[in-house]
DNA sequence: TTCTAAACGAGACGGTACGTCACGTCTTCTG
DNA sequence: CAGAAGACGTGACGTACCGTCTCGTTTAGAA
């Protein structure tokens, strides 16, 4: 006795997981964050949004980070930093793509996924992972200019790459992304001259 | 009532704030944080633990991010740090204390307070206050070698007291402050000698 | 930033029940019940009718059932039957009175409660309580009667009372409350009498 | 998967009803109606016991309640009482037996099942008829005495059979079937000699 | 000295969200 | 085509906190 009119909903398509749903799920996930903030974000209120059961998240996210985790992912963003000769500019390229990037809706997820983070070692892991990765990738920029001879044969890829990566982390957590024109250049040459005299 | 031993509780001490009753919230708070977890921090077990009435919370902090970067503040640091003449051991001490200090219990709230900021913008707005004093410190530190002239004058101190910061920041909330002996030495040297050939 | 002329809901009155929000609660799970049936009687509907709080019906009744008698126990009926010389009439009068009280709406809240029950050991005691007292009403009519000697004095009263009690929740649970007009004369002629020749 | 010792299972025997697995599921039930109480008692949690489907439990019983009384009446008791000249006897010799046989595992799913079929009409359907059979049996048992002379002819079997039957269930649903040694003469006595002096 | 005002503890209130359980329906695949 | 399997939307469960309120008590300071 159920509306019939109402038949159009999602259904279960068997003993298999549907990706209809779970791709309405990521959805309602960032819609909320990016209408109503990350404090009206509850897997509560996805569901209602999706128009899923709450049972039919838990069942695929453990716990709200690992959500939110996978809504950032889902926003593939397009690199661009073809390789050049020129380590400081790469650099800033990255810092000036990222704070573009992290200014939109992407940053506003990452910076509550870094928040979760904090409490759910779940989401922790899975934090530590990406973020790691994502050194790892910074550390081959920094390898390739070592390579070149750009880069003094004392120092370390990795840590290198983890002061360009927190430094952007510090920005979008303490709301300071936006850049004046000239500002990821000053950053980067600073990183890669040093403070030295 | 009909429980005169119980009469030792605190009670109010007439118009005025009772520093006894703030003490006790402080303290209960802290005692959550770190005996509990920070899942177990809510206004409602602070309260209880203090034997506080949660109207008395709400009437001296608006919400739970600024009381926790209350007790935070409250377990005050002895700072160590006097001048000296050698900026790269500054920065290499400064990274060694703090991540010790960091490694106990005032790092696990310092992490929950950054969290909150992210979802809270009053605990925000005085999380950047802090931080910016904070990174003003550190950028006095440059200046002063920048005026023995250990330091490049086109560099911008507060930058390079930015980096220092986010980098401990960073690694807080990845949980890898634990440092190997020679890695504070070796972080420092990376931010002051840059990565130049 | 709530709807301001909302504001003329129900509010607590301090560290103390409030009767408005226990009555709120009687009344809308007496009208569910009633009104859709008691499959949809559930504690979520019922504080959604009464727009009350979930934890406020848990903080006074541990469970559906015991809800379910308070219920039954708001509808004071008006009892009638004074006592007479005849016990068979004194029988046929409680049966019939009762028959048609149950046959509104206390009749469907009373079956509930007994199933209730039969899986919840808190609504049995309290139902055990309630039985017991009726039985013993019935008991004591039937104690005046064998003061007037119209009962043999080997008789066990209690245990006629249960015999009149069963009978009428023997209809209740099977719905076979509607009586013909001899009905109730009938059935307390043949307790009284016996089958024997 | 990888699992072929698992591979006992009971399967589909084509498109027939396989006995086993009604077999299965009706076990299923009674073990968790005796282990784990009724509370424990749903679809679910049988299907998941006897390995089963839900759409095949579904298939052939509509309801909780109606498999509830399945599982009552695949426990065949083996009825004892052979009619005697002696109506009293008879009836307390039902009270003794069915008291004993509904205090062991029995009785505890009968009372489910009352209970039930107050919310599930299908399942009040078939215990209405379950308990008219029962009760004509208990009238013949009367009327057999009254063609003996041993009861008035004014007496209707059927009434007389519903005051056995009503005290017997009022007894399982309030916990009282446990009976001293004397109490089944002592009811069937007041029973068939009634309350008059 | 009396009265007022604020702070205190306590805890009930209407809510929202939690994470879990069971419901009854659906689809796919295996035998 | 029966049956095992299990995902799905739905909705209730009982609990934890939220932030607000009213209460009665306590005390300092104003009248």
């Not at 397009?78 to 400081?88: I, K, N, R, S, V």
């Not at 990222?98 to 809706?105: H, P």
């Not at 081959?140 to 370390?156: F, L, Q």
């Not at 979008?172 to 500002?183: I, M």
Request: hydrophobic residues 40%; proline residues 5%.
């Amino acid at each position: 006795m159920a509306d019939p009119a109402d038949d159009d909903r999602r259904r279960s398509i068997g003993a298999r997981r549907n990706p209809d749903t779970q791709e309405a799920i990521l959805q309602a996930g960032e819609a909320i964050l990016l209408e109503e903030g990350p404090a009206a974000f509850s897997i509560e209120a996805v569901a209602r949004r999706a128009r899923a059961g709450k049972p039919t998240i838990y069942r695929w996210w453990p716990s709200r980070g690992t959500l939110m985790l996978d809504i950032y992912h889902r926003q593939k963003p397009q690199a661009l930093h073809g390789p050049t000769d020129d380590l400081e500019g790469e650099i800033a390229g990255l810092i000036e793509w990222l704070s573009g990037y992290w200014q939109g809706s992407a940053g506003q997820v990452f910076r509550q996924v870094i928040a979760e983070a904090q409490r759910d070692p779940a989401c922790a892991e899975r934090l530590q992972g990406y973020a790691t990765e994502r050194r790892a990738h910074i550390g081959e920029m920094i390898e390739r200019a070592m390579a070149r001879g750009e880069v003094a044969d004392t120092v370390d890829p990795l840590l290198g790459a983890e002061m360009v990566q927190s430094l952007i982390w510090h920005r979008l957590l303490t709301d300071r992304l936006a850049l004046e024109p000239g500002d990821a250049q000053k950053i980067a040459a600073q990183l890669v001259r040093g403070l030295k005299a």
